[in-house]
């Protein structure tokens, strides 16, 4: 008779916990700076242009996510601020009739909006 039955694998899974196995906790995450952000982002893979904040150049444009980090805020209030016409975003033309549809926002502009807060 042999050791393995044609089901015994099965019946090992079968008694385990139900679900996935779980994965080993990660190490908690340093502080965020600028730069760690930017890492983040593009370890993430949340945009090719936050990939330049890798290196020593920090992205000019930066989504909705990463303009909400920069500004302490929500990415909601973010776009109600855009919405109301208080933060311009930037349209990248894709073709004579299409823009693309991606949030972006100009540093410069997230930088004059910070000031104009606090001198109001």
Do not use: C
């Not at 000019?60 to 302490?72: G, N």
């Not at 929500?74 to 004579?96: C, F, K, M």
Request: hydrophobic share 45%.
């Amino acid at each position: 008779m042999t050791d393995k039955l044609p089901l015994a694998a099965a019946r090992e899974r079968l008694r385990r916990k139900p679900g996935r196995p779980r994965k080993f906790a990660a190490a908690p995450a340093p502080a965020a700076t600028e730069t760690s952000v930017g890492r983040d982002m593009a370890h993430r893979g949340e945009g090719r242009l936050a990939q330049a904040a890798v290196g020593s150049i920090a992205p000019r444009l930066l989504d909705l996510k990463a303009a909400a980090a920069y500004l302490a805020v929500s990415s909601w209030t973010v776009r109600d601020l855009e919405a109301s016409g208080i933060l311009r975003r930037v349209n990248i033309p894709l073709s004579a009739q299409k823009d693309l549809r991606k949030l972006l926002f100009d540093r410069q502009d997230l930088d004059r909006l910070v000031e104009a807060w606090k001198a109001g």
